[in-house]
């Protein structure tokens, strides 16, 4: 069964510093991945996607299939940064179901 | 475009009774999703309704039910309420052939005493 996981329910770091939300997945076939963000007091929206390859305030994210791992990163955490984070995958080749891992607490500290 | 709208925000009911939550999705998506999110943990799939038809079911027993109206909008029925069913429930709202692309609205938190 396809699976999300996120070792670490909390994430410390300071300002300025380098950020990396661990995502690891369990899936037969090609996934799509997807990080999903909600920050104090509102809606889980979504932050970015693999296939888009994209950038999203200064977030990025390589999928590694070898390794089954779809790090989110940040080199500069910013306050703003600090949320909690999701990372989450279809839950079947239909695609139009989402698994979610249990998420990561990110708190950046001034 | 307000986005996805859900109703009421907190809701307190009594083991055993029956609740309904409602969801409008975002204006221009058809497909409306439920997750039920318990404290600590990431949202898990309920189901999925599209043409006024649930097309997916995740792990949920059939106290949970669902509906789709024709305007799109979809309401979230729970039976026979479990403590354990106390969780926060969220609705997203998709585009046609986008159905990952997920919007998500603030949720109704459920309390069961």
């Known amino acids: 069964a396809q699976r999300v996981t996120q070792p670490e329910k909390l994430l410390s770091v300071f300002k300025g510093a380098p950020v990396e939300l661990k995502c690891n997945y369990s899936y037969s076939g090609s996934p799509e991945l997807f990080w999903y963000v909600q920050y104090s007091r509102q809606r889980l929206q979504l932050l970015l996607r693999h296939i888009s390859r994209e950038s999203i305030k200064g977030f990025t994210a390589d999928l590694n299939k070898g390794e089954t791992s779809f790090h989110l990163k940040k080199p500069f955490a910013q306050e703003e940064d600090s949320a909690m984070y999701y990372c989450?995958?279809?839950?079947?080749?239909?695609?139009?179901?989402?698994?979610f891992g249990g998420g990561t607490r990110l708190m950046v500290k001034p | 475009d307000a986005g996805v709208t859900q109703s009421p925000t907190h809701l307190i009911k009594t083991r055993g009774q029956q609740v309904t939550l409602r969801c409008s999705p975002k204006?221009?998506?058809?497909?409306v999703s439920w997750y039920q999110q318990a404290l600590g943990q990431g949202p898990q799939f309920i189901f999925q309704y599209y043409e006024e038809e649930e097309r997916q079911r995740g792990n949920f027993p059939d106290r949970f039910s669902g509906h789709q109206f024709p305007n799109y909008s979809s309401e979230l029925n729970v039976n026979a309420l479990l403590l354990g069913d106390s969780a926060l429930y969220l609705c997203?709202?998709?585009?046609?052939?986008?159905?990952?692309?997920?919007?998500f609205g603030q949720g109704t938190r459920l309390t069961v005493v």
């Open positions: 989450a995958l279809p839950a079947n080749n239909a695609g139009n179901m989402l698994t």
């Open positions: 204006s221009g998506h058809d497909t």
């Open positions: 997203a709202s998709s585009p046609t052939g986008r159905k990952t692309e997920a919007f």
